[in-house]
């Protein structure tokens, strides 16, 4: 809030009071965000677990019941492939419980199984990977390397402050909230030694309190991910900042 006035002494206590009140709502609103991105992550993984135990046993019944009912339709082709249908989706379902579990909270599609060609425009284009959140930064680093990307991690923002000055990356991906340096310090100190080197940053449910993106927009952001994202939505933001196609 910027309020301005060419008089001397304009304002009154009233609006003093006022700003304060509008302050401390401001305060509150943000100190609920930073709860709700720890929170997020914590639940993730809690939820998986909840809703495994809780249909573990159904299924398993379902399951125990339709081989039993095999076992009695024997000679009977069509009924037993129904049954035989049944024990497969009960067998799909467990496997996408199970990779639920395993699903760092963030990032969609990560793990889908799905084959990833190398792609020739992005062959040993090097990236820096900041985030200290392990499964963001470790996933990320992994999902660009099979598109042929390099690519180098950082834990914290001193550490991606010293990548920085030991070699030339093509692009940075950060997250915005991270200790030692926040997303504006990451992207500054990427630009300081290459004024046209690409920088996305990272951030849950838009929390920006530095207000890293807006800084940094004004001084030429290439893009924001906010989390949680898709690893397509991640790989188009990759390909618009190196200059290549979207797929």
């Known amino acids: 809030m910027n309020v301005e006035s ?3 002494q304009a304002f009154t206590e009233d609006d003093r009071q006022m700003a304060e009140i509008f302050g401390r709502y401001i305060a509150i609103a943000m100190n609920i965000l930073d709860l709700l991105v720890v929170e997020r992550y ?3 993984g809690r939820a998986a677990d909840h ?3 809780q249909i573990a046993e159904p299924l398993n019944t379902i399951m125990t019941g339709a081989s039993l009912l095999m076992e009695d339709y024997i000679g ?3 009924i037993r492939h129904r049954l035989q249908g049944i024990i497969d989706n009960v067998v799909t379902i467990k496997s996408a419980l199970k990779e ?3 699903q760092p909270p963030g990032i969609f599609g990560a793990r889908s199984g799905r084959q990833i060609t190398p792609d020739p425009q992005l062959l040993s284009r090097h990236i820096l990977v900041a985030d200290d959140e392990e499964f963001i930064r470790q996933t990320i680093a992994d999902v660009v390397q099979k598109y042929g990307c390099l690519a180098d991690t950082a834990a914290d923002g001193r550490e991606a402050k010293a990548l920085l000055k030991q070699r030339r990356y093509d692009l940075i991906i950060s997250d915005i909230k991270m ?3 926040n997303g504006y310090e990451i992207f500054a100190a990427g630009r300081e030694i290459d004024p046209n080197l690409p920088v996305i940053l990272m951030t849950g449910f838009g929390y920006d309190p530095n207000h890293s993106i807006v800084r940094a927009n004004r001084e030429g952001l290439t893009a924001v991910l906010y989390k949680p994202f898709k690893v397509e939505q991640l790989m188009n933001e990759i390909r618009c900042a190196l200059g290549t196609p979207k797929v």
Do not use: F, S
Request: without cysteine; hydrophobic residues 15%.
């Open 6 to 8: 060419e008089e001397k």
């Open 76 to 78: 009977h082709d069509d």
């Open 179 to 181: 200790p030692y340096a």
């Open 100 to 102: 639920a579990q395993k």
């Open 42 to 44: 914590h639940t993730t």
């Open 51 to 53: 809703i495994n135990q």
